[in-house]
Nanobody, 124 residues
Framework: QVQLVESGGGQVQAGGSLRLSCAAS????????MGWFRRAPGREREFLAG????????RYTGSVKGRFIISWDNAKNTLYLQMNNLKSDDTAIYYC?????????????????WGQGTQVTVSS
């Protein structure tokens, strides 16, 4: 079983940047797919980006493509989300998740393990 712990959230002005981290521990050889999701107040959990840490393949949702970058540091067993040009609509709790099956998917229920979340607040 893998454990995930996010960090790096905070408050930032619109147009600014943040980098979220997700440290993975435990049986990190199992999950092939890591993903970032967010949940804004009153909204459903939303897929943002996913990465196959073995192949480096990535996938993004349209609203963040070109602004957010997902990456995986194999030496540190850490997932990152670099967020640039942040907007007030990006305000949410951000979660990382791990999936032990092949294939990047945007369906939350396809992910086996979740972190506790980190708050990101973007002020205009």
């Amino acid at each position: 079983q893998v454990q995930l712990v996010e960090s790096g959230g905070g408050q930032v002005q619109a147009g600014g940047s943040l980098r979220l981290s997700c440290a993975a521990s435990g049986r990190t050889s199992s999950p092939y797919i890591m993903g970032w999701f967010r949940r804004a107040p009153g909204r459903e959990r939303e897929f943002l980006a996913g990465i196959n840490w073995k192949t480096g393949d990535t996938r993004y949702t349209g609203s963040v493509k070109g602004r957010f970058i997902i990456s995986w540091d194999n030496a540190k067993n850490t997932l990152y989300l670099q967020m640039n040009n942040l907007k007030s609509d990006d305000t949410a709790i951000y979660y990382c998740a791990a999936r032990s099956e092949f294939g990047i998917t945007s369906v939350p229920d396809s992910y086996d393990t979740w972190g506790q979340g980190t708050q990101v607040t973007v002020s205009s």
